[in-house]
């Protein structure tokens, strides 16, 4: 245990070297809610000299980590000495936006949302029963449902990755013409749904728009 | 199947490594901040979720948790076995209204049962871990008497309470110093001890030193390999902070607070337990002698304390029992005479 005017300023403020400066302000209020003269936390604690050299320390440290340029000076006196790296620094770059919903797993999302299933989505054409279907010239709803019986997904997992309503996914697996939206739309929505299978997508949406369009 | 840790009760009872995790002293410095009642509570809890749980109160010369756990006439006490009347603890053990929960009383004819010597009191801690329940609760008395800490460092899980009020808190840094400059007696040789306190003077001029934690600096300035020791068996604490009765105006998070300073500035673990909110229907409990969780089950404070006590379980399965001391050479450990 380091005494606390041996600290450095981000262990007196309980911070990590990469801590925005939104943290650092946090962290200060924080600590002053500690060792500030009223604080009841700790109250008798420290004697008033202590105390007041605590304070000091932290002040300075607060100063020297809310600028900018006293930050950098501080932090590359602590590398030199060793006391961290230089990958650990802040860096104020642009933000990347963040997706709403798709924190990382994006690419791999087949993987979390198809757990069970995921072997034979790997190689859909492998399984006999696509393959068979596959090999016709137009697809119905049907095929498309036998497909994804066949490959174990279930519809809520395709609504749920595809972000398609269910009630629509099931408008196209049974045919329902009058329920399905514009041809336009609705080749967007099978392509979504073959992707998701990891089906050639193109080929399937073309088929299954003959199929549907045909009647109407 | 308890009685396997009973083993090593003889450094057990040193307070160094004790091997026994399921003996919980209960102190806080300041009387009225709800030792008692916490620990009759407490004991009720574990009872109720069938634990074999003993309370026994060790606030000598002050007892009243047979009041809060509803035993009106408190028969053996833990006098007897001082002054030997009887001779095995488990004698004093007494049945409560509740199942599963037992209890030792501390109240008692004898009035100067409050000053224990010490080999009366070597007796009694021996004693108390040899006792075969699954969880022992100690309610201490208050103040930093000598009886007090030693019985705090019993094991080292006791917990702390207090009130969000400063003159609690206060008391409760003095215990928890206390406590601290007790296990650094005890690790240290008491020569060994003496010279740190003399070389202690020397160096901030004439005044003694303040504080607990400014001896162990010092020492590790001086004596870097003894210093570690020391400070390696202060690690093996695992203390528990308690908030007692929070109003709603006060600051919910001093307990978490207090926690970190203690970490931050004495290199001791100290875990925050909760908050446990003030409600005036516990005076009325304690005055009509039924157990609040009994008369007010659905209150905030009675959830408060059903939390508490499931955090509380929560941590002991994080913290297995440890295994039988290891004895290291050149290591004597004393109570001292007096204390």
Redesign the interface.
């Known amino acids: 245990?380091k005494?606390?005017e041996e600290q450095n300023y981000y262990e007196m403020l309980?911070l990590p070297t990469s801590a925005s400066p939104f943290d650092v302000r946090h962290a200060y209020k924080t600590a002053l809610?500690?060792y500030g003269e009223d604080?009841?936390?700790?109250?008798?604690?420290f004697?008033q000299d202590d105390r007041a050299g605590i304070l000091a320390n932290l002040e300075r440290a607060f100063l020297t980590l809310i600028n900018d340029q006293s930050r950098m000076e501080y932090d590359q006196g602590l590398i030199s000495a060793g006391f961290m790296g230089e990958s650990e620094q802040y860096r104020n770059g642009p933000k990347t936006p963040i997706p709403l919903f798709d924190l990382e797993e994006t690419c791999h999302i087949t993987r979390t949302v198809f757990p069970h299933t995921e072997k034979k989505l790997c190689h859909p054409a492998e399984n006999p029963v696509v393959r068979e279907i596959l090999s016709k010239d137009s697809l119905t709803g049907q095929d498309l449902k036998q497909i994804r019986v066949a490959l174990g997904v279930t519809l809520e997992q395709v609504a749920e990755f595809t972000k398609i309503r269910k009630r629509l996914l099931g408008a196209i697996e049974e045919d329902r013409h009058e329920e399905l939206p514009s041809s336009f739309h609705l080749k967007s929505f099978v392509r979504t749904y073959a992707d998701c299978l990891r089906l050639d997508a193109d080929g399937v949406a073309a088929r299954y728009l003959q199929q549907a369009s045909a009647p109407r | 199947m308890y009685r396997k840790f009973y083993d090593g009760d003889v450094q057990a009872m040193n307070g160094e490594e004790n091997p026994i995790t399921n003996i919980w002293p209960i102190g806080g410095g300041k009387g009225g901040s709800g030792k008692t009642f916490l620990t009759g509570s407490l004991g009720l809890l574990l009872a109720r979720q069938g634990f074999r749980t003993l309370v026994i109160d060790a606030d000598l010369g002050a007892a009243n948790l047979h009041t809060v756990i509803g035993v009106a006439y408190p028969g053996r006490t833990l006098s007897d076995f001082v002054n030997r009347k009887i001779e095995t603890l488990e004698e004093a053990v007494m049945k409560t209204p509740v199942p599963n929960l037992f209890f030792i009383s501390g109240a008692g004819d004898n009035l100067d049962v409050a000053n224990l010597i010490h080999s009366q009191k070597r007796r009694l801690l021996r004693a108390i871990s040899k006792l075969p329940y699954e969880h022992v609760l100690l309610d201490l008395g208050a103040g930093t008497s000598f009886n007090t800490i030693d019985f705090f460092l019993i094991s080292n899980t006791g917990i702390f309470v207090t009130t969000p009020e400063p003159t609690s808190i206060e008391n409760v840094y003095r215990l928890v110093r206390s406590v601290y400059l007790r296990k650094i007696r005890q690790v240290l040789r008491e020569e060994a001890f003496r010279e740190l306190l003399q070389e202690a003077v020397m160096r901030s001029n004439g005044t003694s030193a303040k504080n607990p934690e400014d001896l162990l600096r010092m020492l590790r300035t001086c004596d870097p390999v003894q210093g570690e020791r020391l400070e390696e068996s202060l690690r093996s604490f695992r203390f528990k902070l308690v908030l007692n009765q929070l109003r709603k105006q006060d600051n919910p998070q001093i307990g978490t607070l207090v926690c970190r300073i203690c970490e931050k500035h004495l290199g001791l673990r100290v875990q925050f337990l909760g908050n446990i909110q003030h409600d005036d229907r516990v005076h009325d409990a304690v005055c009509r002698k039924v157990h609040f969780l009994n008369k007010y089950p659905y209150t905030q404070t009675a959830t408060d304390l059903r939390e508490f006590c499931q955090r509380f379980l929560a941590e002991r399965e994080d913290n297995p029992p440890a295994g039988p001391p290891v004895e290291r050479p050149g290591e004597t450990i004393r109570i001292t005479a007096n204390g």
């Open positions: 245990m005494p606390f309980d809610q500690i604080s009841p936390a700790s109250y008798s604690f004697s």
